[in-house]
């Protein structure tokens, strides 16, 4: 019994990315003076700091580690899957790769992590508006911060943090020269928002629209593979 009240202990704990701490006493501190105007309104202030304290959760995550696997950069729902040509500032070309967008909601894990392992040969940020994220045109014309990753075969991939409708904030943490390794966390963005992913020509997703992704661990595709892009049916 003291062994399964422990493991629900340690399921309730969440780790909490340091970004967190800049906001969380500052809603605490809101909801204080909340209470102090009028009890109702406190625990609404208090319902908005556990919800900030959420939305900054940091879990640890298993990631597949086989040579080849492009990982998920971000939890959400795989929101398209079609040709498109890389963010311009990245100076790929104008030709289309296969881009995967997933898009997290408010509710979503929003720290961000390296699909695949490589070095980072261009990081570049551009200004730009605040769409919502989940339409096509916010690949184009909202704020983002993009992603050239050169990898060990001298193939490229490209991974683009895209600001949101409520997103305000993109964070990387990631330098031009930098070595990076799959899971590995690099950025985040507040509060709502999305991350596209530009596979190397010829390579093949293998996750469906509508499918949900775990940063870290949903495999996006396979370098190795030759299998054939997977279709998928809703339940």
Not at 185 to 214: E, H, K, M
Request: charge should be neutral; proline fraction near 8%; aromatic fraction near 8%.
């Amino acid at each position: 019994m003291q062994d399964q009240d422990f493991s629900l202990l340690k399921s309730l704990h969440m780790p909490i990315n340091p970004e967190g701490w800049r906001f969380i006493p500052l809603f605490a501190l809101a909801a204080l003076v909340l209470f102090l105007i009028w009890h109702p309104l406190g625990w609404l202030g208090l319902l908005l700091t556990a919800w900030c304290a959420y939305f900054f959760r940091d879990p640890v995550r298993t990631t597949p580690c086989r040579d080849g696997l492009v990982i998920s950069p971000a939890d959400g729902v795989v929101q398209m899957i079609e040709p498109a040509p890389p963010p311009p500032e990245l100076d790929m070309g104008d030709a289309p790769l296969t881009r995967i967008t997933v898009f997290m909601n408010v509710f979503n894990v929003h720290v961000n992590r390296i699909p695949f392992p490589g070095t980072v040969i261009k990081r570049a940020y551009r200004p730009g508006r605040f769409f919502n994220a989940a339409l096509d045109k916010a690949s184009a014309h909202n704020e983002r911060m993009s992603i050239r990753l050169q990898l060990a075969d001298g193939r490229e991939l490209a991974f683009v943090q895209i600001a949101g409708l409520v997103a305000r904030r993109i964070r990387c943490d990631i330098e031009e020269g930098q070595q990076v390794t799959t899971g590995e966390r690099f950025g985040l963005i507040r509060f709502g928002s999305r991350v596209d992913v530009y596979l190397p020509d010829g390579v093949a997703p293998l996750v469906c629209v509508g499918q949900t992704a775990i940063a870290g661990e949903t495999v996006l595709a396979d370098m190795a593979a030759s299998e054939a892009a997977r279709a998928g049916v809703s339940r």
